[in-house]
């Protein structure tokens, strides 16, 4: 009934199947040529988008960036880096970044990780003494490891208000805090609570573990394989002539210059200062780490432990919002130095907020769009993630903003021949070699026989198979072209070696459905409607 069709010999498929090396895991890939000249047509709305929410805000100066493959494609900025100067800002402008500090500091535990100097799983008490003499809120409760500290799971409460405070502090301030001991607000591992003092004991710990002082040691591992030159911990240390000044707006309108808190022992939850060429370059870094590949390592730290980050360590919230009556949702969690997002646009957002007096930044990136984001502003907690969000929203509209096709695995390809020589002349040896222990036993020979016989009579005679879609390397399906209608195959090879034939079904599509490919929806589990 197929005819037209060239397929492969069974001869050698158990051969040719065990070799899943090279490229038998082909990495996914942008397939459209004229991506980015899609996403680069957004860049003049972008650019309205910022610059509205900088007026309604009323933010003196920020400088915002588009990241897309690997470079800093766009950069742009409003308003002055200095009220009293009437200087503007630009992409050289030196701006206090807070909390998006946090990733640098989990980058510098997971490279020490890496090199075989400390565990995620190591007691806190390992590097911190303090911390064995520490009473735990509960009798069962195990004691603290380092990976809860970077997850913000240890149950510290949360505190931001106080620990915008605590850049200032001294080692020996941090020492004597830690001799009085640290309350608890929830059960350690239980539950999400922001903690700037966990990243402070965080540095503490890079400092232990490398011998050397946690500044010089993300500025010589982390920054200067990075060429973020212009990066520092130390606001002293910067230009006066760079320099943002960060205000506080006042209810009477006018504007509070708010002064430089200095560095000190928190400097690791919220320390670093940085440009938008420099951030630019730690976005691409970030989105560098997708997707999972054979390329040879650039450093500084491996791209499997940079994935790691921005895992979904510990869930926090799950929100429902009606905007203009739609309703959307959005489940965020918590990474290592990361916050980390699944709502009804996309599957994985990662990235950071920061605030300080006098500033407020985020940047947030699509690990598998290969696209970033990141803004700067000299306001007071004045974070700038709604206009990411929104910008979003103007790339989506491009038709440049799509995910990364998977390729078929050449196992996934060789199986399709194999199960159209199935459907165009069952063969119970073929059938048998191929199979997996219960593919017959979930169906007996008998009635998959049977099966395919009666699809075949109401369908008619097939005369092309389509490519595999896949949906991973061992999963996919294929579509068979007939007189009377499509047929879609659907297959699943099992954890053997060679991957055998586990599942496998046949089904008539109606129009809709003859090529499912990626899913357009929301992610599973996330609501939306339009």
């Not at 780490?289 to 979904?312: F, I, K, L, Q, T």
Request: hydrophobic letters at 40%; one cysteine or more; a neutral charge.
């Amino acid at each position: 009934m197929l005819t037209g069709m060239r397929f492969v010999p069974i001869c050698g498929f158990f051969a040719a199947a065990v070799l899943l090396a090279g490229d038998a895991y082909p990495p996914p890939r942008f397939t459209d040529s004229d991506r980015v000249r899609k996403l680069e047509s957004a860049l003049p709305e972008i650019d309205r988008i910022f610059r509205r929410y900088a007026a309604e805000k009323k933010i003196p100066g920020m400088v915002w960036g588009v990241v897309i493959d690997g470079r800093l494609a766009h950069v742009e900025s409003a308003g002055v880096r200095d009220r009293s100067s009437h200087a503007p800002v630009t992409a050289g402008t030196v701006f206090r970044i807070a909390s998006m500090t946090k990733s640098f500091t989990a980058l510098a535990i997971l490279k020490l990780r890496d090199e075989g100097k400390l565990s995620l799983e190591d007691p806190v008490s390992k590097w911190l003494p303090e911390f064995a003499a520490m009473e735990l809120p509960t009798r069962d409760t195990a004691p603290l490891r380092i990976r809860q500290l970077l997850s913000h799971s240890a149950g510290f409460p949360e505190d931001n208000p106080w620990g915008d405070q605590q850049l200032s502090a001294t080692d020996a301030d941090l020492t004597e805090w830690l001799r009085h001991g640290i309350p608890f607000s929830t059960p350690p591992g239980t539950r999400y609570e922001y903690s700037n003092y966990a990243f402070g004991l965080l540095g503490r710990i890079v400092t232990q573990a490398s011998g050397t002082p946690y500044e010089r040691y993300v500025r010589a591992e982390i920054l200067a394989k990075l060429h973020m030159d212009a990066s520092t911990f130390e606001f002293s240390q910067v230009p006066a002539g760079d320099r943002a000044v960060g205000y506080r707006l006042q209810p009477d309108g006018t504007y509070l210059e708010e002064a430089p808190l200095p560095q000190g022992a928190f400097g690791s939850a919220g320390g670093l200062l940085t440009t938008a060429t420099d951030l630019g370059k730690y976005v691409a870094f970030h989105l560098a780490a997708w997707p999972a590949r054979d390329d040879a390592e650039a450093g500084p730290v491996g791209r499997g432990s940079v994935r790691e980050m921005s895992h979904m360590w510990t869930p926090s919230n799950l929100t429902v919002t009606r905007p203009g009556g739609a309703l959307r949702a959005a489940e965020t969690g918590y990474g290592y130095g990361l916050r980390i997002t699944t709502d009804c646009r996309f599957e994985h957002i990662a990235g950071h907020g920061g605030g300080l007096p006098g500033f407020g930044s985020y940047m947030a990136w699509l690990p598998d769009y290969g696209v970033g984001m990141f803004a700067m502003a000299t306001l007071t907690y004045s974070g700038p993630a709604e206009p990411i969000s929104q910008a979003w929203d103007v790339l989506r509209k491009t038709g440049g903003l799509q995910k990364r096709e998977l390729p078929a695995s050449p196992i996934l390809t060789r199986m399709r021949d194999h199960i159209v020589n199935l459907w165009k002349s069952w063969d119970d040896a073929e059938a048998k070699q191929i199979a997996a222990m219960n593919l017959f036993l979930d169906a007996p020979v008998a009635q998959r026989r049977a099966e395919i016989r009666k699809l075949k009579d109401e369908v008619g005679e097939c005369t092309a198979a389509g490519p595999v879609i896949p949906e991973n390397w061992l999963r996919g399906q294929f579509n068979l072209t007939c007189g009377k209608g499509t047929v879609g195959v659907f297959f699943t090879l099992a954890p053997t070696q060679p991957p055998a034939l586990q599942h496998l079904a046949f089904r008539k599509l109606d129009a809709e459905s003859i090529r499912l490919g990626a899913p357009t929806g929301p992610p599973a589990g996330v609501a939306c409607s339009e």
